[in-house]
């Protein structure tokens, strides 16, 4: 049930992630350290906390981490 509301405020914000990034000029080949720090910025959290939110947002299946590549499913 937690995981549930996890995924579901996750799926909710990575709107926000993508747009955030598409303003900035990453639309494709985005690096997990892009994803990271835009995490970071956006969310207000150290680091660890947004390498460990990036593997979540794998598991729920809303990105896929190829290669240090971010690419949005």
């Known amino acids: 049930m937690v995981f549930d509301r996890m995924a579901y405020n996750m799926y909710k914000?990575?709107?926000?992630i993508r747009e955030s990034l598409k303003n900035k000029g990453y639309e494709k080949?985005?690096?997990l350290e892009i994803f990271c720090t835009e995490l970071m910025l956006i969310f207000g959290m150290r680091q660890q906390k947004a390498i460990e939110w990036s593997h979540t947002f794998e598991i729920v299946k809303l990105i896929k981490i190829e290669d240090d590549t971010v690419t949005f499913l």
């Not at 914000?13 to 926000?16: H, S």
């Open 29 to 31: 080949n985005i690096t």
């Open 13 to 16: 914000q990575i709107g926000k």
